[in-house]
């Protein structure tokens, strides 16, 4: 996927927009993806909801990825003492919260830490639809194809099955019994 035309693009956002609580992993040219953004402000804007912008390379170690995501998501500023603050203060934002947190340079997403922070980090900023509050918590994972190629997930499709096996089995989720 070296091209992706306008078309392609809207259509990315459509499947984004339509996985409201989930996590989407994308491979996506970097010069793309400023007209990834600007299309998902557009359909957020209808679902009064925020996109926040996280920098992957900024996220390459745990303590790199507290000081960024604290500031991005604005977390209270106890959240800036470590990663179980930080992953404390982010399960405990509202309810009602409707945020799309793209993140760029995905790849780079703590790349020197082991595996399991990439699980517990990805995990906790995914979530919902709630249903007492309405609120939910996308994810979007976005890099190149080639970038994906050298992450443990092998491409973004991997990538994303990962995040969402990886945060059922660390939360305990199964199926319920209404199913």
Not at 34 to 51: K, S, T, W
Not at 107 to 128: K, Q, S
């Amino acid at each position: 996927m070296d091209e992706i035309d306008d078309d392609a693009l809207r259509g990315l956002v459509a499947r984004i927009a339509a996985a409201r609580g989930k996590v989407v992993a994308v491979e996506l040219p970097p010069d793309r993806f400023q007209g990834l953004v600007d299309e998902l402000r557009v359909a957020a804007y209808e679902d009064e909801a925020d996109v926040r912008i996280v920098l992957g390379a900024a996220c390459t170690t745990a303590a790199r990825t507290v000081e960024h995501l604290a500031g991005v998501l604005q977390l209270p500023y106890a959240a800036s003492r470590g990663w179980l603050d930080m992953l404390e203060a982010v399960g405990d934002r509202a309810a009602s919260l409707r945020q799309c947190l793209v993140v760029a340079d995905a790849a780079d997403l703590v790349r020197h830490e082991d595996e399991d922070r990439w699980h517990e980090l990805v995990g906790a900023l995914f979530g919902g639809p709630y249903c007492l509050g309405g609120g939910w918590n996308t994810i979007v994972l976005a890099d190149h194809p080639w970038r994906w190629e050298g992450t443990p997930f092998r491409s973004a499709a991997q990538a994303q099955e990962r995040a969402e096996t990886g945060r059922r089995s660390m939360h305990g989720e199964h199926s319920s019994m209404f199913e």
